[in-house]
């Protein structure tokens, strides 16, 4: 192809992505959409009809792992419909600073239902169905009609009038189960499943004569400019295609660039069209939603046990999964062990060479917490910033470390500590980045024959007590022996990066899914006896406490005759 034609065919793709980036940003005529924080920190759309006057209120919440931008279809054509519309970000998704808990979306709810003074429609999607039942069933949120799209929520005996919608082919909620409630009139989209509900038009024009109904409005005729927001996202995806068509050929040197760009291009293009009715992928929150509520089950096992501490950290990289002709890793997990519970508080898979000293600039730092490390992880600039954050940390030290005695004291060498000193850094560099005092003990390890020295910035504690707290480190070796032969995490059904990340991430999960049953559970049985159970009853449709009770033993039998069995001797 000539560089002319190339040039033509560059110029109408960039023509098309433009021209889908401007439709793909149309609303309804009259339809304004700002941004606002609800209740001093709750991120909202806030959708504002055409006419003056009063409007009726709708509030809208979405479902897991989505955001305010999910609703935008619903929301606009309610706001055409003469609704002021309020699309909010639950805690852990979209925009909203506070942490995910299943628990906190009700109680979001209703500070917004109180900021707002009153809500005539409500409308929640999957998650944000429940979350808004929760509200009606404790008696802050009154709406004339409750929609719940992809849910099957309990609204209590005195609650609203219910619509459910779902599509045919919906995973969560089959159809069959929600024909069979008779509290609620039901509408069912012929083609769409659960993640499509919301952009579906067999649902949203439904949602929208019934709000309608429920106010004492006329339904206006259905939004169209859905179509050109969607013709645009369209015309945006063929315009990156024939952009990285027209990409000039690179040198065999750096093929890796086009390699780059390409899937760079696609994103960019989806990204333009899309974000203002999708929004933003809130996949930080999900991957701690699980460790957030194990933490906050209150384990009461700790790995050890002073009562003062209120969290204790043990950070540890694991190499994990190996090409086939070779011994290097794939994937290095680094893994952040709260010793109270022995629950994994922080992870993170990455390449096999990054280095441990910068996982330190990723791992949450909360207050009064100690963070035991080995040495591989001492770099002062990012142990300074724990100090700042008023976390404690206990790393082992390494030997070219300078540093002059400001302090020294007195210690039992009979117990194997050789000096507890108070320190500073003497090299500049060190000194520049760690201005503050340092506790430096040095402890001989029988067991090992070797000379551990420990620095810290707790200054008060004994000296044995820092020792043990270094020892306690071991427990990170512990958990990686016990996931690596309960979860099936020795060896890997894919060698790929993706294959690995995919089968490391899911055994944290299940580790943690089984350690919040135990303990909601109150179980006496071991993890090991609980993943046992459940594994050889997996497809069986039975509640987990009836599941995992303890079963009485039956009362051992008298032999009929003990002569005779004794009288061989493999019976005992």
């Known amino acids: 192809m000539s560089a002319r034609a190339n040039w033509c065919i560059a110029a109408a793709a ?8 401007a439709l793909s940003n149309r609303v309804e005529p009259g339809v304004q959409v700002k941004t606002v924080t609800l209740a001093g920190d709750i991120p909202a759309l806030q959708f504002i009809p055409a006419d003056s006057g009063p409007h009726p209120i709708a509030l809208l919440a979405h479902g897991i792992t989505a955001s305010k931008e999910t609703l935008f279809r619903f929301s ?13 970000d639950l805690p852990g998704h979209g925009e909203s600073a506070r942490p995910f808990s299943f628990n906190e979306n009700a109680p979001t709810l209703d500070r917004v239902v109180r900021s707002l003074g009153s809500v005539d429609v409500f409308l929640g999607h999957s998650m944000g169905a429940y979350a808004g039942a929760g509200s009606v069933r404790d008696g802050n949120l009154r709406p004339r009609l409750f929609i719940a799209v992809g849910a099957s929520p309990n609204l209590g005996e005195h609650g609203p009038p219910l619509l459910l919608l779902a599509g045919r082919f919906d995973e969560a909620f089959p159809p069959a189960r929600l024909k069979a409630r008779t509290d609620a009139r039901l509408v069912l989209s012929p ?6 509900e919301p952009w579906d038009s067999y649902l949203v024009d439904p949602a929208v004569r019934a709000a309608c ?118 994937v290095r997990l680094h893994l952040l062990l709260s010793l109270q519970g022995n629950l994994p508080a922080w992870a993170a898979v990455t390449k096999p060479h990054f280095p441990d000293c910068k996982t330190l600039d990723h791992i949450p730092a909360l207050p009064g917490a100690f963070y035991i490390m080995d040495r591989s992880y001492l770099d002062f600039v990012r142990l300074y910033r724990l100090q700042e954050a008023g976390a404690l940390f206990v790393v082992r ?72 707290l270094y020892r306690q480190r071991r427990q990170v070796e512990l958990f990686f ?32 899914m089984v350690a919040i049953v135990k303990k909601t559970a109150n179980l006496r049985k071991s993890l090991n006896e609980i993943l046992q159970i459940i594994s050889v009853n997996i497809f069986e449709q039975c509640p987990l406490p009836e599941l995992l009770a303890e079963q009485p033993s039956p009362p051992s039998e008298k032999p009929a005759d003990t002569q005779l069995q004794n009288s061989f001797p493999f019976n005992n």
């Open 14 to 21: 960039f023509a098309c992505l433009a021209a889908g980036v």
């Open 76 to 88: 606009e054509a309610f706001a055409a419909a003469g609704f002021e519309c309020y699309a909010v």
């Open 191 to 196: 083609w769409c499943d659960h993640a499509f």
């Open 213 to 330: 109904a429920a106010v004492g409005k006329i339904p206006p005729a259905a939004p169209t400019r859905w179509h050109w927001r969607l013709a645009g996202m369209v015309l945006g995806v063929l315009g990156a295609l024939g952009l990285a068509f027209c990409l000039p050929a690179f040198p065999t040197r750096w093929a890796w660039v086009r390699a780059l760009l390409v899937p760079a291009i696609y994103i960019a293009a989806i990204t333009l069209t899309s974000g203002t009715w999708l929004g933003p992928d809130p996949d930080a929150a999900r991957r701690t939603a699980l460790s957030g509520r194990a933490d906050r089950s209150g384990f009461a096992q700790s790995g050890l046990r002073t009562g003062f501490f209120r969290h204790r950290f043990v950070s540890e990289p694991v190499p994990l999964g190996y090409y086939a002709r070779s011994q290097m890793a794939v």
């Open 397 to 468: 030290c390494l030997r070219h470390v300078t540093f002059r005695v400001v302090a020294s004291h007195p210690v039992d060498k009979s117990t194997g500590r050789r000096c507890d000193q108070i320190i500073r850094l003497t090299s500049d560099w060190s000194a520049q980045s760690y201005p503050q005092r340092l506790r430096r003990i040095r402890v001989y390890d029988a067991g090992n024959q070797v000379n551990l020295i420990l620095l810290t910035n707790q200054m008060a504690l004994p000296a044995p007590v820092i020792t043990e």
């Open 481 to 512: 022996k016990w996931i690596k032969q309960h979860l099936r995490i020795r060896n890997f059904y894919g060698r790929s990066q993706n294959a690995v990340r995919c089968q490391i991430w899911s055994a944290i999960c299940a580790y943690l």
